[in-house]
């Protein structure tokens, strides 16, 4: 693992099809790479020009050990889109997990840079949840994934702990998903081309950094209310069973504000663009228009 403490740092892109067409940009989220998003460039390259952005951390190398606060990750989209769009043309961002999250932030700081948000799996405001074990499960696998980034900052074998303590949660989480999956229903799971590190777990250490220091997090009360159009589309089954990534106050604000609209994936999970590739992408292709 090559650790890099560069003042200077820059967001990994990859760009399919031509740079003629509109601007598809795609964030994924934890902990998974650009690969996530294979079936979607697929279906897409052809009439879109596919940006796929690598989060800092997360493309084989440690960018930072500290990783990178929320408004650092707005900044370096920000940058990497404008060597791509310096007519600074609308673009239609496509997102997932804390993708979504940060596309939240970006449309709220760039709405004129957003034409349209695809978000997958992680709604503008978490204020509720359905399952009693979600009030629970949220911020217990969060806080010990902040744990284990908190870990990995140790000398020696602070990075060894960090892996052990971050691959603990993952099966916990995988326990309770089980329970909660149909044998009938095969999940995907993360998509990496490249190795994982614990420094990758910096979003739920500033997430949290956030509501213990300031007693409130970005997705609670009124949360994100993009300007744009938003396809907001959610997995039911595995850890989606007993947690929600959303509130009905969300999906009353998607509703209300057609063409705007909110689809649940019943057979698919929190990877639907790989459970539920086609008809995730027939899904968006009309929304598009």
Not at 226 to 240: A, M, N, S
Not at 256 to 272: C, D, T, Y
């Amino acid at each position: 693992m090559m650790i890099s403490e560069d003042k200077q740092v820059f967001v990994k892109t990859v760009v399919d099809g031509t740079t003629d067409n509109p601007i598809m940009l795609f964030i994924h989220g934890y902990p998974d790479d650009e690969s996530v998003w294979e079936r979607q460039i697929a279906y897409f390259k052809d009439r879109f020009c596919c940006v796929r952005v690598v989060l800092p951390n997360f493309s084989g190398k440690v960018d930072r050990k500290w990783g990178f606060d929320f408004p650092e990750i707005v900044a370096l989209l920000k940058t990497a889109l404008d060597k791509l769009n310096p007519e600074e043309k609308p673009v239609l961002l496509v997102t997932h997990d804390w993708g979504a999250f940060y596309g939240y932030l970006f449309e709220k700081q760039y709405p004129h840079l957003v034409r349209k948000i695809i978000s997958l799996d992680i709604g503008g405001s978490v204020g509720e949840q359905s399952n009693f074990l979600g009030y629970f499960m949220i911020p217990l696998y969060q806080l010990n994934l902040a744990l284990a980034f908190i870990f990995s900052q140790i000398g020696g074998i602070g990075v060894m702990l960090g892996k052990v303590w971050t691959k603990l949660t993952f099966i916990l989480l995988g326990f309770l998903g089980n329970l909660y999956t149909p044998k009938e229903c095969i999940l995907s799971g993360a998509s990496r081309q490249t190795p994982f590190n614990p420094f990758q777990n910096y979003p739920y250490f500033y997430a949290w950094k956030q509501i213990l220091l300031k007693g409130r997090s970005q997705l609670s009360g009124e949360g994100f209310r993009p300007l744009c159009p938003v396809l907001y589309v959610y997995g039911c089954q595995g850890i989606k069973g007993f947690m929600s990534f959303h509130d009905r106050q969300w999906l009353e604000y998607i509703e209300q504000h057609p063409p705007s609209k909110a689809v649940a994936f019943e057979k698919a999970g929190h990877w639907l663009m790989q459970d539920s590739p086609n008809e995730l992408n027939k899904l968006i292709d009309t929304f598009l228009g």
